[in-house]
Nanobody, 125 residues
């Protein structure tokens, strides 16, 4: 069964750091574009970052640009989201997802094929 599992969320003070993990099972994650999304209470789910199959194919949305870093560990079939200089507005449930139509991060809007269940990130201050 194809599955994504997020972990690494928690409670952290403003200015702190967390590293989220997205582990793929039942498929080789390296050949997919993986997106990170978040959803705060009462808000729409929004894209945070994307990492594509090709080395260097990465993107970040403006609210997290310069603070978050996405990476891939092929041996562990895992994509990471390193979150530094966290702010209260970063609070939300974070999800990873495979991109249905493309293995790269450019082009039309991200349409997910498989979602993880999410991990809660809470930033206090």
């Amino acid at each position: 069964q194809l599955q994504l599992v997020e972990s690494g969320g928690g409670l952290v003070q403003s200015g702190g750091s967390l590293r989220l993990s997205c582990v793929g099972t039942g498929f080789t994650l390296k050949y997919y574009a993986i997106g990170w999304f978040r959803q705060a209470p009462g808000k729409e789910r929004e894209e945070v970052s994307c990492i594509g199959m090709t080395d260097g194919d990465m993107r970040y949305t403006d609210p997290v640009k310069g603070r978050f870093t996405v990476s891939r560990d092929t041996a562990k079939n895992t994509v990471y989201l390193q979150m530094d200089s966290l702010k209260s507005e970063d609070t939300g449930v974070y999800y990873c997802a495979t991109r249905k139509q493309y293995s790269h991060c450019s082009g039309p809007g991200f349409i997910a094929n498989t979602w993880g269940q999410g991990t809660q990130v809470t930033v206090s201050s």
